[in-house]
């Protein structure tokens, strides 16, 4: 008896579930950002094969819960993503708990797991999934019967002229969002950000309009993120092991290994 009341004391209290999620945020968020950045690819293409709002992929990489819906609805987003960058979206997304049960199975007792598996918001989310997928499929219905009808019109078609839709509406869709994204952030003088993924553990040093942000030793895998209105700097002593990304641009190396390296980084003015 006094060695199970000993063992029990020593039991140390687990973090609150909204904790955990914020927590498994951050790790997932800047996994998915890593991987972006490897493939070369920008917000605006994720986000067209995606459909989701980049204001919602952002929040995602930055680990910001705050700005995020519902956590059964953060699940979807995270498979979405996952699943664009070529990984299991499923298995990805699974680790983001989304209700005690999950975090916790042991404490379920004797309750029905129907109920603590299967919430009411699954079937919204299976609502809105079917939606989506009805207005896709209604949209490339009505390309096929316009380029047929063009096809009827045309009385010696050639096969190289037949050309999938669905290509020049990506392309089309990203040169837009690239130039109304440029021409919001002239408009609205948009801040200077860098983002920081750490290769390798380095002391770092960030100011941020003339104010000390952060100065201290970051591990190995840490990604974070700064903004500023007028000027970031960013000092390390390992460039080599530090990747930056200046507003989410490709992220690239501060310089080389062992090396002492400062970058200082101006917000474009407003006009």
């Given amino acids: 008896m006094k060695w199970l009341r000993k063992k029990k ?28 950045q490897e493939q070369g690819l920008s917000l605006e293409q994720v986000v067209v094969l995606t459909r989701i709002p980049r204001r919602l992929l952002q929040a995602i990489e930055e680990g910001n819960l705050n700005d995020l819906p519902e956590p059964v609805y953060i699940q979807g987003l995270l498979r979405q993503f996952a699943d664009a960058l070529g990984l299991n979206g499923v298995e990805f997304s699974g680790t983001f708990p989304i209700s005690s049960a999950q975090v916790n199975p042991q404490s379920m007792g004797n309750h029905s797991p129907l109920a603590q598996l299967r919430p009411i918001h699954l079937y919204f989310l299976y609502i809105l999934l079917i939606v989506c ?29 037949i050309v999938k839709p669905e290509i020049a509406q990506i ?39 003339g104010k000390t942000e952060f100065e201290g030793i970051l591990p190995e895998g840490t990604h974070r993120i700064w903004k500023a209105q007028e000027q970031l700097t960013v000092k390390t002593d390992n460039a080599g092991g530090v990747l930056m990304s200046i507003n989410q641009e490709k992220a690239k190396e501060m310089g080389e290994p062992g090396k002492e390296e400062e970058v200082r980084i101006a917000a474009k003015p407003k006009f």
């Fill in 133 to 161: 997928s009805v207005n896709g499929l209604s949209q490339l219905l009505n390309n096929v019967v316009l380029q047929a009808s063009n096809s009827q019109n045309q009385p010696y078609p050639k096969q190289k002229s």
């Fill in 171 to 209: 392309k089309e869709s990203v040169e837009v969002q690239s130039v109304n994204d440029t021409l919001s952030a002239v408009q609205q003088g948009k801040a200077v950000q860098i983002g920081v993924t750490l290769k390798a553990s380095s002391w770092i040093r960030v100011v941020a309009d």
């Fill in 9 to 36: 004391n020593n039991h140390q209290p687990s973090l609150s579930l909204e904790e955990q999620r914020a927590e498994k945020l951050a790790e997932l968020g800047a996994q998915l950002w890593a991987l972006r």
